[in-house]
Each structure stands twice: as C-alpha cells, then as structure tokens.
C-alpha cells in the first residue's frame, strides 16, 4: 500500500497530489500501529505506532553467536528478493562474501550494484567465492538446473545452500545434497515488487529441509528479526497458496474494485485516493479483531435486495460479476450472515 501511495502510476498529478500523500501516510500509519499493536500483544513486546516492530532485531555483528557471526555468505542471484535478503543479512551484521551475477550485461551492472551496497565482492563464476552458505534467490524454474551447473564446480561438502521458493522444497537443491551439502527451503511471506523494497523484521518465513541447514536457517532468520516456522513438504503448494490469496489475489482484487468504481463514474488516481481509507481500516480491524468481528456490509445484515441490485448493475462487467459472486459465497460459507439460505439462492443464478 504505501509504495503504490508515493506515485500514482508513476505520473506527478497536480490537484489532489498532496492531499493524496497525505492520506496515504496517514493511512499507513493507522494500519502499521494497529498491526503493531496486535503483534506487540502477542508476543509480549512494545510496538511504537508508524514503526516496525523490532523486538527481535539485532544490529552490529557484536551480538550474534560466534558461529553465525563468522559465517560468509553468498547470494545467487541479485533481483528483488536477493536485494532484499542480502541488505537485510548485512545490516544484520552477517559478512555477505559474493553477490553471485548470470553473465548478461543487465545482470552484472546489477549484481556490481547490490555488492558495493553490501560491501561483497560481485562475481559470475562461483569459484571466486568462499561462502560458507549459499543463499539461492533465482525465479522457481532456475532453482534445480542452476544449482545441477554448480553441482561440480565447487566443493560443497560441509556448505549450506539454502532457496527461497515458497512452492518448491529443498529437494530442488538434492544435486547440492548429494555432493555433500545441507540443503534446505527459507520462504518469506512478503511480497516483493521493484518499486518497494520492504524490511524482513517480523515476517514469517517457512522452513524445511536438512536438519542442519533447518538448524542454520531458523537462526539467521532470527538474526533478522524475523520469525522461523517449520514447514513440511507436503504442505508447501498450500501455503504458497495462501500467500497467493494474501498478497498477488488480494492485488488483483483491488485492480478488480477499480473496474467497478468506473460503473459508479469514479475513474483513475481518484478511485485509490478513495479507497485508501477504507481499505486501511479493513486491514485495521482485521489484525485487532479477526475475519468475524471485522466484517460488514449487507452479507451480515443478510440484505438480500441490495446484493440483488449489485448483481444487476455488475451485469455491466462480466469479469467482475464473477468475482463478486466467487467472494460473496465465500462471505456466506464462512463469515456471519443473515438469510444464509435467500443468499445462497440468489447467488446460485
């Protein structure tokens, strides 16, 4: 939300631009202090409203574990995910050895980039690298065949190698295990575009794998302020889709409301501006109370005339009129309702 609240699509507008960034930076403050707040009281700690909670960080290499402490890391790849990890480790206090680069020219300039951020060293040939743990931050489909080209050309008895797929277990890296190395998955539940670059305090990651580089991974994890759960690998496609729902779908709800603000003649910049406020209370009271206790409108009221006139204005956007039945049903089957059965009637046409 707040990377979309610094630009509106990528145009300066005049008019409303200030009074915009205003409300987005209120709004966004309103929605870190509520979830602050809720973790803080989980977790026993004091969260500071507008602020990340960062009980658990730790900064400067003085105070992690001599063992963590003096392990080099090394990340493969340098998109929007290794950026994000390799800036985190080493404000952590971890010594990032190599930032590890694919030969093209795009590539390189932004490896040399995310090095000298880092003060790592960037390479194309993994050779050049004395990591103790490899960190792969490669698209799914790369893990398994870029990890098989780097089977035989280092020694990896003794290594860690971790990655970063929420889908994908550790067995992408089983070419890395049978060379001798602990392998293991490290997922973050966050999402990462190139226009936000968001801190890893307090994000879950999901984690599975060798029982020593599981052992590692919850550690550093740690180290980052972050959260370590255990995750088996059956369960991996699942909890993909549940990040799924909770970030790329929920996007794609928003772009969805956009389209439907057009058939009440609200168009362009004006339908975020709008909406901005309601949609941080929504989060608000989801994080303070719960799907249950935070939801409103005329499912809960079981209004059934004024969902019948939704579907018949939604007539108009085909695409959408799916949507809003898809979610309505899903309202009825799982949240507070009145007139479940006249819903579910109307929503069955």
Not at 43 to 70: Q, T
Not at 220 to 248: E, N
Request: aromatic share 6%.
């Amino acid at each position: 939300m707040t990377s979309s609240c610094r630009s509106v699509g990528g145009t300066a507008h005049t008019g409303f631009a200030k009074n915009e960034q205003e409300i987005c930076s209120r709004a966004a403050w309103q929605v870190s202090g509520f979830v602050n707040q809720h973790a803080a009281k989980r977790r026993g700690a004091h969260a500071f409203p507008g602020s990340e909670l960062v009980a658990l960080s730790l900064h400067g290499s003085a105070m992690l574990p001599r063992m963590e402490r003096n392990k080099r890391v090394a990340i493969i790849g340098a998109g929007r995910l290794g950026r994000v990890l390799a800036t985190s480790l080493h404000d952590a206090g971890f010594v990032i050895d190599a930032i590890v680069a694919r030969s093209r020219a795009i590539s390189r300039k932004r490896t040399a980039a995310l090095a000298e951020l880092v003060n790592a060293r960037a390479v194309v040939d993994v050779t050049q690298t004395r990591a103790d743990l490899l960190w792969f931050c490669v698209p799914d489909s790369d893990i398994a065949s870029v990890a098989a080209a780097l089977a035989d050309r280092i020694p990896w008895q003794g290594k860690i190698a971790l990655h970063s797929s929420g889908a994908l277990t550790s067995d992408e890296l089983s070419s890395l295990r049978s060379k001798g190395a602990a392998v293991a998955s490290a997922h973050p539940l966050m999402t990462f575009v190139k226009a936000s670059r968001p801190g890893l305090s307090g994000v879950a990651f999901a984690i599975e794998g060798d029982p020593l580089a599981v052992r590692v991974a919850r550690k550093m994890v740690r180290q980052l302020g972050a959260r370590a759960y255990r995750i088996r690998k059956q369960d991996k496609a699942a909890y993909h889709a549940w990040g799924t729902f909770a970030s790329p779908l929920l996007t794609a709800l928003l772009a969805t409301t956009e389209q439907v603000a057009k058939l009440a003649g609200v168009q362009g910049t004006e339908v975020r501006r709008r909406m901005i406020p309601i949609l941080s209370q929504t989060l608000a009271n989801y994080a303070e109370l719960g799907a249950a206790r935070g939801f409103s409108g005329p499912i809960i009221r079981g209004d059934v005339e004024i969902v019948k006139r939704h579907l018949g204005v939604l007539r108009a956007s085909p695409a959408a009129s799916e949507v809003y039945v898809a979610l309505a049903r899903a309202a009825v089957q799982y949240l507070p309702a009145k007139n479940r059965a006249a819903l579910r009637r109307l929503l069955k046409r």
